[in-house]
């Protein structure tokens, strides 16, 4: 590449990144401020007061949230991986009747639109007494058809030989799910780690429904807490949650982002 | 293997960062877990050891949620008989669906904070014990509350819930705009009339935008029923619901026309700001000088006074020029107790509530939030008098409650479809923006209301 | 029931056997299916059944069937004018969003592939928005559209030009609320489609190089070609995901103005949690439901063949 398109490619990216990062910017600035600057709508601070954040862990017992979260977020995502990587490997590497059947039916289930589902899986929680427990929170998403899809997607693009190689080799199918399947696909799976806990982690009706109390709640209802209704919002101190809440996430998804490209470059099947 | 080492040793350093800054958390959590689970037994026996503790949905956040834990420690303070834990839910949409799961049975929480549109709802559930048993049961004097108050939660003379958070609408307008456009502004409109030609004076333009509206409403249900109430309209037929079950919507009467005329008007001359559904945004212009009246909760009053760089006054709501004033409906919650618990959490419950009544706690509630007190004398608490003192246009909220001419209008509508209704509304008032015809719009959602009437009617034993 | 099947065949004749050792792979597939097919089972298929059974009734005041109506709840909403507006916000909010979004998260995947320094800052900050919640950002957007202090108007106003009534006026508000789900969804495509670009084996681009194939001949020929299962994937869960859009409907407009953003999974949350007509509710959940299906069986038959697997 020269000089020219170099710049003109680093140009172009600032400039993306900008447009795309502003919101995130302006709520941080917003955190800032006093209602006062807020209402004016001011894009830089006249200082970095730091009392909005002091209000925000004044007022919820946020690292409790953020504690919840994590634990909710991070069994949600090793269950996922475990549920979807077993069904995604059976259909692609196991012939059997019926197989596109059962995958369409598995696919459709994305389909559903959860607010329907919500009330009887409420009820169903309520039956099996995990109200206010970590299993109501996880359980219901163990499962999800969007996990195996992409996991089965990229489980086709793994050569056909490597399969057949393996069986002559005397590998049976669980060595060769554990020892061959699942290593190749290391990016899949780091992306259907990330994405799951992340989504996860955004979730807020279903966590505010099967819970009652602070013993296992999760931060996006503590962001809503700051929110009013009637009365004013101090939306300085909502910002100043909404940016306790995103730091752990970013974080995750700059480690999940090295950890990709790592796979990816001294991949030995690349 | 060495690399997979490497994520594992950031994956558990990761937990390991959230671990330590949540360990103090953690470990009064689990006390705090001990505690209930101890206590879930005791509820179930009859012979207690140690405070009876009982559970209080609600669905305030922000800075009334700040308000109510503090309420509620000085209750657990003042005696040790029973403690009251405030449990947040989820806005009042979103606690009411899971009330209803666990209504009837003993999971319930034994107190639950219901929007004043659920009040049908709540009593046609069977979920809950009407506070009129305790009161009975007492002859506790529920003479020493608002009047007007306790009106929106009574149906034929039995008070079903204990009323809380308590608000109406006023009128809200910038003092200094009104200097600037020469009008009075220790007077502000009364009527409708009134307030077209104050808007007409406060409206300023420049060029195609415009600077400043003249008038304002938030998009809510809620305020087209008070402005129709005033004139005194029904909002539905059998008395407002409060003789018989209600069979049909009767908004689109001439009181109802009277309101979507108004709002036409000043929409076609361009006097009216339209700042949609969200109670921040409408609030915001205003204090920016983007509008120069507005209609607003009284619950709000106090913040707007605080926040706004210019002289706040507080007007009563207008009524139309034919009509005489008749007063504002109460909005807010009450407090439910339920049914179905153990006789000692009822009790619990009943304590907290009468508790909540005192003139030390309301005046506090008022002070803190703006709501009003459900309980007259809170307002000669000094707290109350300093509070006055400072920003005299509270008392306006007050004179506004208290000069209501009790009625089946100003009592407010019965029907369990109310939040439906009011989406009715929003939908017609926003077409109205949009240059539709007030007649037909109201019409429209007079309609839609019916056959929501129709559908719950159906269904009900 | 496991030990039973596995007395019979040694007692039994051969064409048993043979069944038996036919349907063994089938039964391995099942083991590794079981956990999902349980869970789904129980938090899916069961309320869905439900959803169905409802939406043939009335619900009263606790969401139990009352009154069985047959199809009239299907009937009321094809005649019901709210409810075509819905399908017709819908498809247009499903048609604003996926292939913009698709599209601008490919521009920005192309540009985060080269090797450059300093590019792993550009891919954290383009996946950025996987991280930011439905909730927060609705909040942070409903900011930026204020109609008087909102950071849109003030930079139109710089340029003289008239304010837009972004989430107020029926005509722009389903625009609006685009940008922000556009925005919202960019990093999650953004992330799939750079895995899917840098699964590309390198060894291709090297000797179209040595072809002395342009940059766009390249981009046509082999990124595209080789990315197409990742698109396709990108592409249905983009439609799915659009279809199902509810959070930032519920916080910015709330479906209004005049029902323009009123989206169909908004509308069954509307019906289910506040007016608790769970009938209607379960027959709006079914018809979504259907269309999605159909449409996506109609992507895979189509889609499927042009997609290049390895």
Same mark, same amino acid.
């Given at each position: 590449m020269n000089i020219r398109n170099k710049l003109l490619l680093y140009l172009l990216l600032f400039f993306s990144a900008f447009l795309l990062f502003f919101p995130i910017l302006y709520a941080f600035m917003i955190s800032f401020m006093s209602s006062d600057e807020i209402l004016h709508g001011k894009f830089f601070p006249a200082a970095f007061h730091l009392e909005n954040y002091l209000k925000v862990f004044d007022r919820l017992p946020l690292l409790k949230y953020l504690l919840n979260s994590f634990i909710v977020s991070t069994s949600v995502m090793i269950g996922q991986l475990i549920v979807c990587s077993m069904a995604a490997y059976a259909f692609v590497f196991i012939q059997f009747k019926g197989r596109n059947f059962i995958f369409f039916l598995f696919i459709s289930t994305m389909m559903i639109p959860w607010e329907a589902t919500m009330i009887p899986n409420f009820i169903t929680i309520l039956k099996l007494d995990w109200f206010n427990t970590y299993q109501g929170l996880t359980f219901p998403f163990f499962a999800a058809a969007f996990g195996t899809f992409l996991l089965r997607q990229n489980f086709l693009t793994i050569p056909k030989e490597l399969h057949e190689a393996s069986q002559i080799a005397g590998l049976n199918t669980v060595q060769f799910f554990i020892k061959v399947v699942l290593p190749v696909s290391k990016t899949s799976l780091v992306t259907l780690g990330v994405y799951s806990f992340l989504s996860t982690w955004n979730q807020y009706l279903w966590p505010l429904l099967v819970t009652t109390n602070d013993s296992v709640r999760t931060v996006q209802i503590g962001l809503k807490q700051l929110?009013?209704?009637?009365?004013?919002?101090d939306w300085g101190v909502v910002m100043a949650g909404v940016i306790v809440v995103i730091i752990p996430t970013l974080l995750l998804l700059f480690l999940g982002q090295k950890q990709l490209q790592k796979g990816l470059t001294q991949g030995a099947l690349k | 293997m060495a690399k997979k080492l490497k994520w594992f040793m950031m994956f558990s350093s990761?937990?390991?960062?959230?671990?330590?800054?949540?360990?103090?958390?953690?470990?009064? =959590?689990?006390?705090?877990? +001990?505690?209930?689970?101890?206590?879930?037994?005791?509820?179930?026996?009859?012979?207690?050891?140690?405070?009876? +503790?009982?559970?209080f949905w609600h669905a305030m956040s922000g800075s009334g949620q700040e308000a109510i834990e503090d309420v509620v420690n000085d209750f657990n303070e003042s005696q040790d008989k029973y403690i009251v834990k405030p449990e947040f839910q989820g806005s009042y949409e979103e606690l009411l669906p899971k009330f209803r799961s666990v209504g009837g049975t003993k999971d319930a929480p034994a107190i639950v904070q219901t929007y004043e549109i659920g009040t049908k709802y709540m009593i046609d559930s069977g979920y809950i014990e009407p506070v009129q048993s305790f009161i009975d049961r007492d002859n506790y004097d529920i003479n020493q509350l608002e009047a007007n108050i306790l009106n929106y939660y009574k149906l034929d003379d039995k008070l079903y819930s204990m009323p809380f958070n308590s608000s109406t609408p006023v009128l809200l307008y910038n003092k200094e705009a009104f200097k600037e456009a020469g009008l009075d502004a220790e007077n502000p409109p009364k009527t409708f009339n009134e307030i077209k030609e104050a808007a007409a004076a406060l409206t300023k333009k420049n060029g195609s935008n415009t600077e400043r509206f003249g008038f304002s409403m938030l998009t809510y249900g809620w305020f087209f029923e008070e402005?129709?109430?005033? =004139?005194?309209?029904?909002?539905?037929?059998?008395?407002?619901?409060?003789?018989? =079950?209600?069979? +049909?919507?009767?908004?689109?009467?001439? +009181?109802?026309?009277?309101?979507?005329n108004l709002l036409n008007d000043l929409n076609n001359a361009g006097h009216f700001g339209n700042f949609g559904t969200n109670w921040d945004d409408i609030r915001a212009a205003f204090q920016t000088g983007k509008v120069a009246m507005y209609m607003d909760s009284s619950a709000g009053v106090t913040d707007t006074i605080k926040n706004a760089p210019f002289d706040v006054g507080v007007g009563f709501i207008p009524y139309a020029d034919e009509t005489e004033r008749q007063g504002v409906v109460i909005g807010g919650a009450s407090l439910w107790m339920s049914k179905g618990i153990s006789k000692a959490n009822q009790e619990a419950a009943w304590e907290f509530m009468k508790y909540l009544q005192t003139p030390e706690a309301q005046a506090k509630w008022h002070v803190a939030t703006g709501y009003f007190a459900i309980n007259p004398a809170a307002y000669d608490e000094q707290i109350v008098k300093d509070k006055w003192a400072e920003s005299p246009q509270l008392k306006v909220t007050v004179d506004q409650l208290q000069a209501t001419i009790p009625s089946v209008a100003t009592q407010g509508a019965l029907i369990s479809v109310f939040p439906e209704a009011r989406q009715q509304v929003v939908t017609a008032l926003e077409n109205l923006y949009q240059g539709g015809n007030p007649k037909e719009e109201l019409d429209k959602a007079v309609e839609a209301t019916n056959k929501a009437i129709e559908v719950a009617n159906k269904t009900k034993k | 029931m496991k030990l039973a099947l596995h007395d019979t065949p040694n007692l039994s004749l051969n064409p048993k056997t043979s069944l038996w050792k036919q349907t063994q792979k089938a039964r391995v597939a099942f083991l590794y299916l079981l956990p999902s097919i349980l869970l789904f089972s129980v938090f899916i298929f069961y309320p869905m059944f439900k959803t169905i059974y409802l939406s043939f009734f009335l619900t009263d005041q606790?969401?139990?069937?009352? @009154?069985?109506?047959? @199809?009239?709840?299907?009937?009321?909403?094809?005649?019901?004018?709210?409810?075509?507006?819905? #399908?017709? *916000?819908?498809?247009?909010?499903?048609?604003?969003?996926?292939?913009?979004?698709? #599209?601008? *998260?490919?521009? @920005?995947?192309?540009?985060?592939?080269?090797?450059?320094?300093? #590019?792993?800052?550009?891919?954290?900050?383009?996946?950025?928005?996987?991280?930011?919640?439905?909730?927060?950002?609705?909040?942070?957007?409903?900011?930026?559209?204020?109609?008087?202090?909102?950071?849109f108007n003030r930079v139109l106003n710089l340029f003289g030009i008239a304010e837009i009534q972004w989430l107020l006026d029926p005509d722009w508000a389903l625009f609006s609320v685009s940008v922000s789900t556009i925005w919202l969804n960019l990093g999650f495509s953004f992330l799939i489609i750079l895995g899917g670009l840098q699964n590309i084996d390198e060894h291709l681009y090297e000797s179209a190089r040595i072809d002395g194939a342009s940059y766009w001949y390249q981009l046509r020929r082999i990124t595209i070609p080789m990315l197409s299962p990742t698109l396709f994937f990108i592409i249905t869960i983009s439609l799915i995901n659009s279809f199902q859009t509810f959070g930032q409907i519920d916080i910015l407009t709330k479906g209004g103005p005049s029902e323009s953003t009123n989206l169909i999974v908004y509308s069954i949350y509307k019906d289910a949690f506040i007016n608790y007509q769970f009938g209607t509710a379960s027959a709006q959940a079914v018809v979504l439901f259907i269309c999605v299906l159909l449409l996506t069986i109609l992507q895979f038959k189509l889609g499927e063949k042009k997609v290049h697997y390895q």
């Open positions: 929110q009013t209704q009637e009365t004013a919002t | 990761f937990l390991c960062l959230f671990l330590l800054g949540a360990c103090s958390n953690s470990a009064s =959590q689990s006390k705090n877990n +001990e505690n209930e689970s101890s206590n879930n037994s005791s509820e179930d026996n009859t012979e207690e050891s140690g405070p009876v +503790e009982v559970s402005l129709v109430a005033t =004139q005194g309209g029904l909002f539905v037929n059998n008395d407002n619901g409060r003789s018989d =079950q209600a069979t +049909e919507a009767t908004f689109n009467s001439e +009181e109802g026309l009277r309101v979507f | 606790q969401g139990e069937a009352a @009154l069985f109506v047959g @199809l009239d709840n299907y009937q009321d909403l094809l005649t019901s004018q709210s409810f075509h507006k819905s #399908i017709k *916000a819908t498809l247009l909010f499903v048609l604003y969003t996926v292939p913009a979004g698709i #599209i601008i *998260a490919l521009f @920005l995947a192309l540009m985060a592939n080269e090797k450059l320094r300093g #590019i792993g800052f550009f891919r954290v900050i383009y996946s950025s928005t996987m991280g930011i919640s439905v909730a927060a950002s609705s909040v942070v957007w409903l900011f930026l559209f204020h109609p008087s202090t909102g950071m």
